[in-house]
């Protein structure tokens, strides 16, 4: 495994070191808001120590990111395959217009989280927070699952207002048993998740509880609210007239 000291070292240096490594296994210590950190990789395994900056792992592709701290803004912005493992919390825009791969953030992220997550094919994106979401979680959603398990809230869900706003693909899974802190969209309707619906979010759970040290079937045993569009197409009828 290659170190890489990144203390003081300005983002380009950074990320040409990162892409110019021969060995597949990078460590990067000492992270002080580099950004564009794995932009565009594949191929190699990063552990960071520290605060990575914005767009970590943008237009990731098959490589895996595992951070021991928090991270900023936009988190796997429009990544394609691999997966990010956050020992912490995410800011805005965490999993923006996901094409792919995985996200797990042990702690919460901030608003707008999987905006235009899309899908296509076996490409299904996933983004599981352990604690809580920020407003607009799932906005203009087209595909791939958001699974928000509250860890951290207690008598009320583990998300902002807005949920779901456009939404019109994929999956929200929401752990609680509060009412919804707002009205979903017209095309938006929630149930109780079934057996059924629990299997199929049990793989993502899973891989969660073996990051973060925790019990996925302790955490299936919750209540989850799923929020599904309600047609295929909900936008239809703004575009026709008959």
Same mark, same amino acid.
């Given at each position: %495994?290659?170190?890489?000291?990144?203390?003081?070292?300005?983002?380009?240096? $950074?990320? !040409?070191?990162?892409?110019?490594?021969?060995?597949?296994?990078?460590?990067?210590?000492?992270v002080?808001?580099?950004?564009?950190?794995?932009?565009?990789?594949?191929?190699?395994? $990063?552990?960071?120590?520290?605060?990575?900056? *914005?767009?970590?792992?943008?237009?990731?592709?098959?490589?895996?990111?595992?951070?021991?701290?928090?991270?900023?803004?936009?988190?796997?912005?429009?990544?394609?395959?691999?997966?990010?493992?956050?020992?912490?919390?995410?800011?805005?825009?965490?999993g923006?217009? %996901?094409?792919?791969?995985?996200?797990?953030?042990?702690?919460?992220?901030?608003?707008?989280a999987?905006?235009?997550m899309?899908?296509?094919?076996?490409?299904?994106?996933?983004?599981?927070?352990?604690?809580?979401?920020?407003?607009?979680?799932?906005?203009?959603?087209?595909g791939?699952?958001?699974?928000?398990?509250?860890?951290?809230?207690?008598?009320?869900?583990?998300?902002?207002?807005?949920?779901a706003?456009? %939404?019109?693909?994929?999956?929200?899974?929401?752990?609680?048993? /509060?009412? $919804?802190?707002?009205?979903?969209?017209? !095309?938006?309707?929630?149930?109780? /998740?079934?057996?059924?619906?629990?299997?199929?979010?049990?793989?993502?759970?899973?891989?969660?509880?073996?990051? +973060?040290?925790? *019990?996925?079937?302790?955490?299936?045993?919750?209540? +989850? !609210?799923?929020?599904?569009?309600?047609?295929? *197409?909900?936008?239809?009828?703004?575009?026709v007239?008959?």
């Amino acid at each position: %495994m290659t170190e890489i000291r990144a203390a003081d070292m300005p983002f380009r240096q $950074l990320n !040409q070191q990162i892409h110019d490594c021969p060995e597949a296994d990078i460590h990067l210590t000492d992270v002080m808001g580099q950004r564009y950190i794995g932009s565009g990789l594949s191929g190699k395994r $990063l552990w960071i120590d520290g605060i990575p900056g *914005n767009d970590l792992g943008a237009y990731a592709d098959d490589c895996r990111i595992e951070v021991f701290g928090n991270a900023q803004d936009a988190t796997g912005d429009t990544m394609n395959a691999g997966e990010i493992i956050v020992h912490g919390s995410c800011g805005d825009a965490t999993g923006y217009a %996901m094409r792919g791969g995985l996200i797990l953030v042990e702690g919460n992220v901030g608003y707008r989280a999987g905006i235009h997550m899309k899908a296509y094919q076996e490409q299904v994106p996933v983004l599981v927070v352990g604690g809580e979401a920020g407003s607009f979680l799932g906005e203009y959603q087209a595909g791939g699952y958001l699974v928000v398990l509250g860890l951290s809230t207690i008598g009320r869900a583990p998300v902002g207002r807005f949920c779901a706003a456009g %939404m019109h693909g994929g999956k929200i899974f929401l752990r609680t048993e /509060a009412e $919804l802190p707002f009205d979903l969209p017209g !095309q938006v309707s929630a149930h109780r /998740a079934d057996a059924a619906e629990l299997e199929e979010i049990r793989p993502f759970v899973e891989k969660y509880a073996l990051a +973060f040290g925790r *019990n996925a079937d302790e955490l299936l045993r919750g209540v +989850f !609210q799923v929020l599904v569009p309600d047609t295929a *197409n909900p936008y239809k009828r703004l575009y026709v007239t008959n």
